[in-house]
């Protein structure tokens, strides 16, 4: 049995049927080389979950709905009627959702509204991450300027955001640009610490210690190591302001300081069905609808993303 | 130790000095209509009101008003309110007001904390099943869609189905639930979904495995050994929670129509009157400085590792 096996052996290990390899210069660097690229991956990763991929396309859509609409729509939002029969309609052919107290078509005032509040809260979240991750940047390599952004961020955060916004929108007159300005101003040094400790703990991870200590040249550093994590973390944090700032407008609406009344926006037409409620629930309907799914799919997006951009998660 | 409470307790009241300061600064921004009483503003013409803000002071450099304001606060006057109730001192109006937001802030605080963390505990208990699932889903929403809207329509709902009443009555001791409840929902979504990854990532440490492997019981090692060390990030997450049940107060209030203070300062704001505005915004940041200290005092105590440092430091 034994002798059988060597016998076979021997047969297929015969020294005619090998060849010396011949050097190949290209093909012996390319040895310890893998395919790995951080981004495919991380989209791979993000785009495994069907769930995911629902709420990316349900929001694209959403998004694009209340672009479009207010481009190819002839209704304006804000046209007011005096014939009292058209106010307070049912949904029907005309006006699928309805009209509000004084004629408004509902489903056009609620695309407006979308794209109002979607973008005031995208320039709100582009401002606040942008200069919280340049200011953070800095606040990381610089230790002078510990005392003084401390002091900034204790102050700021140390008094609640709805009494700061109830503040400033109060002793403005509001309109998109000082809302904007209203949130913008205590948004950044939130970021600011966050990307001041990430960029920190990153920089001195061991891996980046080690690397320094093997030549690696610092533009190499920031380039592969360091920008790759901030520009993930950047685009979950943009995700996760959007929702909260739709949300700061909604809730200055209700307060009474929000945006002026004529202004369309998620906000302004929430607090008006509100209103109207107890007569005519069905006017909040759409808003509502809308108003949750887009908090709910930025604030999904923006926890994946962060699970996907995370290599431990990566296969 | 007491190097650290010292420290501490001068850096807060630095940051109640700027606080105080700036908020104050900005106040001097608001609308100058909110000066006035409604009859005020029937009545005069633009330089009778002129003539009057400058006999209020109102003109003044911000820094001699920052003076007299203080000046007046520690003689213990507040000024008058305006147009909300005409003519009441500020001081009985809060002394009638904060009692009951403090009542209604203490005991969501405790319902929170206490919801909060049986459903963390239950989450992590049953991981990556139904349970977990619904408990997840409720975090997201909670903390993603804007609270007006669940709150009112928890308002309008869930009173009807629980045949509980609208709005609250100082006399009807069931009109406490749904405020109550509705308050803390943020809180226990953050207790419950903190805990729940606390509770995961600790499973897996050397020391509960270890505690595992001598053969104690897992309800034993939860109970003394994990949660022990629970407690001091629950310390440490109060002060953000104070300050959270803060602001949820402002919505509540108005919605419930209770009368504290949260309630107050939206009523204020929507009929412009700027004395009580002040108030009630410089004691919410004054409020939420000493919040986040007494956390930190808090910490400290509960924390050996600081306690520790300090000692030998």
């Given at each position: 049995?034994?002798?059988?096996?060597?016998?076979?052996?021997?047969?297929?290990?015969?020294?005619?049927?090998?060849?010396?390899?011949v050097?190949?210069?290209?093909?012996?660097?390319?040895?310890?080389?893998?395919?790995?690229?951080?981004?495919?991956?991380?989209?791979?990763?993000?785009?495994?979950?069907?769930?995911?991929v629902?709420?990316?396309?349900?929001?694209?859509?959403?998004?694009?709905?209340?672009f479009?609409?207010?481009?190819?729509?002839?209704?304006?939002?804000g046209?007011?009627?005096?014939?009292p029969?058209?106010?307070?309609?049912?949904?029907?052919?005309?006006?699928?959702?309805?009209?509000?107290?004084?004629?408004?078509?509902?489903?056009?005032?609620?695309?407006?509204?979308?794209?109002?509040?979607f973008?005031?809260?995208?320039?709100?979240?582009?401002?606040?991450?942008?200069?919280?991750?340049?200011?953070?940047?800095?606040?990381g390599?610089n230790?002078?300027?510990?005392p003084?952004?401390?002091?900034?961020?204790?102050?700021?955060?140390?008094?609640?955001?709805?009494?700061?916004?109830?503040?400033?929108?109060?002793?403005?007159?509001?309109?998109?640009?000082?809302?904007?300005?209203?949130?913008?101003?205590?948004?950044?040094?939130?970021?600011?610490?966050?990307?001041?400790?990430?960029?920190?703990?990153?920089?001195?991870?061991?891996?980046?210690?080690?690397?320094?200590?093997?030549?690696?040249?610092?533009?190499?550093?920031?380039?592969?190591?360091?920008?790759?994590?901030?520009?993930?973390?950047?685009?979950?944090?943009?995700?996760?302001?959007?929702?909260?700032?739709?949300?700061?407008?909604?809730?200055?609406s209700?307060?009474?300081?929000?945006?002026?009344?004529?202004?369309?926006?998620l906000?302004?037409i929430?607090?008006?069905?509100?209103?109207?409620?107890?007569?005519?629930?069905?006017?909040?309907?759409?808003?509502?609808?809308?108003?949750?799914?887009i908090?709910?799919?930025f604030?999904?997006?923006?926890?994946?993303?962060?699970?996907a951009?995370?290599?431990?998660?990566?296969? | 130790?007491?190097?650290?409470?010292?420290?501490?307790?001068?850096?807060?009241?630095?940051?109640?000095?700027?606080?105080f300061?700036?908020?104050?600064?900005?106040?001097?921004?608001?609308?100058?209509?909110?000066?006035?009483?409604?009859?005020?503003?029937?009545?005069s013409?633009?330089?009778?009101?002129?003539?009057?803000?400058?006999?209020?002071?109102l003109?003044?450099?911000?820094?001699?008003?920052?003076?007299?304001?203080?000046?007046n606060?520690?003689?213990?006057?507040?000024?008058?309110?305006?147009?909300?109730?005409?003519?009441?001192?500020?001081?009985?109006?809060?002394?009638?007001?904060?009692?009951?937001?403090?009542?209604?802030g203490?005991?969501?605080?405790?319902?929170?904390?206490?919801l909060?963390?049986?459903?963390?505990m239950?989450?992590?208990?049953?991981?990556?099943?139904?349970?977990?699932?619904?408990?997840?889903?409720?975090?997201?929403?909670?903390?993603a869609?804007?609270?007006?809207?669940?709150?009112?329509?928890?308002?309008?709902?869930?009173?009807?189905?629980?045949?509980?009443?609208?709005?609250?009555?100082?006399?009807?001791?069931?009109?406490?639930?749904?405020?109550?409840?509705?308050?803390?929902?943020?809180?226990?979504?953050?207790?419950?979904?903190?805990?729940?990854?606390?509770?995961?990532d600790?499973?897996?440490?050397?020391?509960?495995?270890?505690?595992?492997?001598?053969?104690l019981?897992?309800?034993?090692?939860?109970?003394?050994?994990?949660?022990?060390n629970?407690?001091?990030?629950?310390?440490?997450?109060?002060?953000?929670?104070?300050?959270?049940i803060?602001?949820?107060?402002?919505?509540?209030e108005?919605?419930?129509a209770?009368?504290?203070?949260?309630?107050?300062?939206?009523?204020?704001?929507?009929?412009?009157?700027?004395?009580?505005?002040?108030?009630?915004?410089l004691?919410?940041?004054?409020?939420?400085?000493?919040?986040?200290?007494?956390?930190?005092l808090?910490?400290?105590?509960?924390?050996?590792?600081?306690?520790?440092?300090e000692?030998?430091g």
């Amino acid at each position: 049995m034994k002798s059988e096996t060597v016998k076979n052996m021997d047969v297929l290990l015969r020294p005619e049927k090998f060849r010396a390899a011949v050097f190949d210069r290209t093909a012996s660097e390319e040895g310890g080389f893998s395919n790995y690229s951080y981004w495919r991956s991380t989209i791979r990763t993000f785009f495994r979950s069907k769930f995911v991929v629902f709420i990316v396309a349900l929001i694209g859509m959403l998004i694009l709905m209340a672009f479009l609409y207010p481009a190819l729509s002839k209704t304006d939002p804000g046209a007011i009627s005096t014939n009292p029969m058209t106010w307070n309609k049912r949904p029907n052919a005309d006006h699928w959702f309805g009209t509000d107290s004084i004629g408004r078509d509902i489903w056009a005032r609620a695309w407006y509204g979308t794209r109002n509040s979607f973008l005031l809260a995208f320039f709100i979240a582009c401002s606040d991450v942008g200069v919280g991750t340049v200011v953070g940047a800095l606040w990381g390599y610089n230790k002078k300027m510990d005392p003084v952004m401390i002091e900034i961020y204790n102050v700021m955060t140390n008094i609640p955001s709805t009494v700061y916004l109830v503040l400033l929108a109060y002793i403005m007159n509001t309109s998109f640009l000082t809302l904007f300005i209203a949130m913008a101003s205590r948004g950044w040094i939130v970021e600011a610490r966050f990307f001041r400790n990430r960029i920190l703990s990153i920089r001195d991870s061991e891996y980046n210690v080690a690397s320094k200590c093997l030549g690696t040249p610092m533009r190499r550093i920031v380039s592969r190591n360091i920008i790759p994590h901030i520009v993930s973390l950047i685009i979950m944090e943009t995700a996760l302001v959007i929702p909260y700032s739709i949300s700061s407008e909604v809730f200055l609406s209700f307060i009474g300081i929000g945006m002026p009344v004529d202004a369309v926006t998620l906000g302004n037409i929430v607090n008006q069905g509100r209103s109207s409620f107890a007569l005519h629930p069905y006017q909040m309907l759409l808003p509502t609808a809308i108003l949750c799914v887009i908090t709910i799919a930025f604030y999904v997006i923006g926890n994946k993303f962060a699970d996907a951009s995370d290599p431990r998660n990566h296969v | 130790m007491l190097r650290y409470i010292l420290n501490r307790t001068l850096r807060s009241i630095l940051t109640v000095v700027i606080v105080f300061v700036t908020v104050f600064m900005l106040l001097r921004f608001m609308p100058l209509n909110g000066y006035f009483t409604d009859e005020m503003l029937k009545v005069s013409d633009e330089q009778t009101r002129m003539a009057y803000l400058r006999n209020q002071g109102l003109l003044d450099p911000p820094f001699s008003q920052l003076w007299r304001f203080v000046k007046n606060l520690f003689a213990g006057d507040l000024g008058r309110s305006l147009t909300v109730y005409p003519k009441v001192p500020i001081t009985i109006l809060l002394c009638e007001k904060i009692p009951v937001t403090a009542a209604f802030g203490a005991a969501s605080l405790v319902l929170g904390m206490t919801l909060g963390l049986l459903m963390g505990m239950f989450m992590a208990r049953y991981k990556e099943r139904l349970g977990d699932t619904l408990g997840t889903f409720y975090v997201v929403f909670v903390r993603a869609v804007p609270s007006l809207i669940y709150l009112f329509f928890i308002q309008v709902w869930v009173s009807g189905v629980l045949k509980l009443p609208l709005v609250f009555y100082e006399d009807r001791p069931e009109s406490w639930i749904l405020p109550t409840i509705c308050l803390s929902l943020g809180s226990i979504a953050w207790y419950a979904i903190w805990l729940r990854r606390f509770m995961v990532d600790e499973e897996n440490r050397d020391y509960v495995k270890f505690a595992m492997v001598k053969g104690l019981s897992k309800k034993y090692v939860l109970r003394r050994h994990l949660f022990k060390n629970a407690i001091i990030p629950i310390a440490i997450y109060l002060p953000s929670d104070i300050l959270f049940i803060i602001s949820g107060s402002l919505i509540i209030e108005s919605l419930y129509a209770i009368p504290g203070t949260g309630g107050l300062l939206t009523k204020a704001i929507q009929k412009q009157d700027n004395n009580l505005v002040q108030v009630i915004v410089l004691m919410y940041a004054i409020l939420s400085v000493l919040g986040v200290f007494l956390g930190d005092l808090l910490v400290a105590f509960v924390d050996p590792r600081i306690r520790l440092t300090e000692d030998e430091g």
